[in-house]
């Protein structure tokens, strides 16, 4: 069907080139920057090698501490991919997400009528590569949201109890997934690829250099954390949230050199080769 | 994947007309169970008031465009599973504290061998302007177990201050204790040594991970005002009847305590005061638990989300199909509203093989801006996707379901088939 759409438009626009890009969808936060605040210079470029013209990637930058939905996040993201879709001719697009991105995106590919931008993106997009997304929610998200009524009127002083933190909260995200997001168990599929790389568990020896890969000390704290989660998990997310839309790519240690972990802040840098199986794979 | 691919609509086919109020049918939600639930004997009872209302407040999606979306099917139609509850499994617990009574000292049980204490700063608004607690060093924190032999020290494993933990994503100014895996359940008690302000707020969290002394909470995934919330409570390793508290959380923020009541094995939240107005967080009910348990002290807090939505439209009998050479090309449904708003419907089209099963042929959905009392949505089905399909009539919608995108609820959704004629 898209083929034969193309024929047309080629028909009347000779001029115009498809073209397959990636972009870049980063998780929970507010950014500007996120090529070098969230992702790092090394990851993206590395990445984009693996496109025929490397140029066709866009980092992706939104107000991912609102609820999925809002316009500062799913309407964000649309307008900025609808950019780029537009201006570089993208036909075959994959998104690149981690964490919470991960929703941000299904929330898109699960609900097309409610945003006029959305039909265009849903079949531009090819694949879906979600680093430890946050399908299933976290149990470190309720941890951090139960405290006073005082506070909850408050989210939006403290920071961290803001709305896209609350969404991650194990049971809210089970509401959405049984209501509103496409591609867990019993629910219609997602149409567009959605494979999930998951994080299994957290190195902190320091006697290890791979310890140090994402930061030594976010390493330490993510083992902290890890008392509120499975024995399988990235410090952050458990691996069956990881696993619970789309279909599992791999878990790290099936594939990263030296069988290496990917801790969740690991999952969105170049470590243990991850980079080179997405380049690999676009 | 490309062979997958999704048919946008640009045009839009969402039509508004008058339709007969007498054609209205209540489509029931369907009752499903959620995956092996620790407690999931039988459903919940579900009731939903059967007259519209409208919500009030600002709708979460205003949007007046009409959009619609074909996505294309294959294989044999086998009806989802739709969750209408869900359970939340708790080890552990929270409570919230004031600076007075940390430095005082308060009793904390403990279950489990090796749990995790944590305290967080919290802010407190009574005042009307917010304050902020300090946050608690690790090691101002005292732990002790009155009557034992064991020396404080030899009661904690290890310590984390709220910069380690805000590195892993608890970034709420709090701090953690790791018991050692010799201190042994009891009632502890937990005092803090620097001076705290006295009306300063925290929350003492013990997550006793690994834990038998699991309780369970089962509620439906979304609540009709003026329903009745039922659930399901159970404590693992004990038949004791509970004494459960408990309270909703609105998606205001607000709290509301609510008086408990059993029987016929469910429990009742009664006098939840449910708002008319749309909020966009959902609801929660906090159950706290204390109790003995084998001669061990045992507290559990959980939690469980629900949506809170009004009843705000209602699908009447599927109308008309617009056929082309035989091939069904659009179907239309009157929708009561009692508010004008932006609704949407989608259904799954199905068609019978040779063998004589039922096959998928797409999916159809449409959402728009709905005003007046009756109204029609038209759902586009695409006649060249029924033909390349191959399959025969009778062609039946399957999975309609109705939703109203101003309050992000799902009002109905019915998988029983509707044949096109």
């Known amino acids: ?282 | 994947m490309k062979n997958f691919k999704l048919l946008a609509l640009p045009v839009l086919t969402l039509s508004l007309s008058a339709a007969a109020a007498d054609n209205l049918i209540s489509l029931d939600p369907i009752e499903a169970r959620l995956t092996a639930g620790p407690i999931a004997l039988k459903p919940l009872p579900i009731s939903k008031p059967a007259e519209l209302t409208a919500p009030s407040g600002e709708a979460i999606n205003q949007r007046r465009e009409t959009v619609s979306f074909i996505t294309p099917l294959s294989g044999q139609y086998h009806a989802a599973v739709m969750a209408a509850e869900h359970t939340s499994v708790s080890d552990e617990y929270w409570r919230r504290v004031t600076g007075e009574e940390l430095n005082r000292g308060i009793g904390l049980n403990v279950s489990q061998s090796g749990s995790l204490i944590r305290l967080a700063a919290r802010v407190d608004n009574s005042s009307g302007a917010p304050v902020r607690a300090d946050s608690i060093a690790p090691a101002d924190i005292q732990l002790e177990l009155p009557g034992s032999k064991l020396q404080p020290q030899e009661l904690i494993r290890s310590q984390a201050d709220s910069q380690a933990l805000a590195t892993a994503g608890l970034a709420d100014n709090s701090s953690a204790l790791l018991m050692s895996r010799s201190a042994p359940p009891g009632q502890y008690k937990l005092k803090v040594k620097s001076i705290l302000n006295p009306n300063a707020q925290y929350l003492v969290n013990v997550k006793e991970k690994g834990s038998p002394y699991t309780l369970s909470l089962t509620t439906p995934t979304s609540l009709a005002t003026g329903a009745q919330m039922s659930f399901s409570l159970k404590l693992n390793k004990t038949s004791k009847a509970l004494k459960p508290s408990a309270f909703i959380r609105h998606g205001d923020g607000t709290e509301t305590k609510v008086a408990l009541s059993s029987a016929k094995g469910f429990w009742q939240a009664n006098n939840i005061q449910q708002s008319d107005e749309v909020t966009s967080g959902l609801s929660e009910l906090h159950i706290q638990v204390e109790t003995q348990v084998d001669g061990k002290p045992v507290t559990r807090s959980v939690k469980s989300a629900f949506k809170s939505y009004v009843n705000s439209a209602r699908l009447g009998a599927m109308g008309k199909t617009q056929w082309r050479k035989k091939l069904p090309e659009t179907v239309s449904f009157p929708i009561e509203v009692a508010d004008e708003g932006r609704f949407q419907l989608g259904a799954v089209l199905t068609g019978i093989g040779r063998n004589g099963r039922e096959f998928q042929i797409l999916k159809t959905e449409v959402a728009g801006w709905v005003s007046g009392k009756a109204q029609v949505l038209e759902l586009p089905l695409d006649a060249e996707l029924v033909r390349k399909s191959g399959l025969k009539p009778p062609y039946r919608l399957r999975a309609i379901e109705l939703k109203d995108q101003g309050q992000m609820a799902r009002l109905s959704l019915s998988d029983s088939p509707r044949s096109l004629r």
Request: glycine letters at 8%.
């Open chain 1, 1 to 282: 069907m898209k083929k034969y759409l193309l024929l047309g438009v080629l028909a009347v626009a000779p001029l115009t080139h498809a073209a397959t890009g990636v972009a870049f969808v980063h998780g929970t936060g507010s950014q500007t920057d996120a090529l070098n605040d969230y992702w790092t210079t090394d990851f993206v470029n590395s990445v984009r090698q693996g496109l025929p013209n490397s140029s066709k990637f866009t980092v992706i930058n939104c107000d991912f501490e609102q609820y999925m939905w809002t316009d500062g996040a799913a309407g964000c993201l649309a307008g900025q991919l609808q950019q780029f879709i537009a201006n570089e001719s993208i036909d075959s697009l994959t998104l690149v997400t981690h964490s919470n991105g991960g929703n941000v995106v299904r929330w898109i590919l699960s609900n097309p009528t409610w945003d006029a931008r959305y039909p265009n993106i849903i079949n531009a997009t090819d694949n879906v590569i979600a680093l430890a997304p946050s399908s299933g929610g976290t149990p470190l998200a309720d941890a951090v949201v139960n405290g006073n009524a005082f506070e909850q009127l408050l989210g939006w002083i403290l920071g961290y109890a803001n709305d896209a933190v609350k969404q991650q909260q194990v049971s809210w995200m089970s509401y959405y997934n049984n209501t509103w997001l496409h591609g867990t168990s019993g629910r219609p599929s997602l149409a567009v690829n959605f494979e999930t790389v998951v994080g299994s568990d957290v190195d902190s020896a320091f006697w290890d250099g791979d310890s140090y890969c994402g930061g030594y000390s976010n390493q330490v704290a993510l083992e902290t954390t890890q008392n509120w989660l499975d024995s399988c998990s990235d410090g952050f997310l458990n691996c069956s949230s990881q696993s619970a839309a789309g279909s599992v790519w791999f878990v790290d240690k099936q594939k990263t050199r030296g069988r290496e972990p990917l801790s969740h802040q690991q999952s969105r840098r170049d470590c243990f080769h991850l980079d080179r199986f997405i380049r690999d794979r676009l």
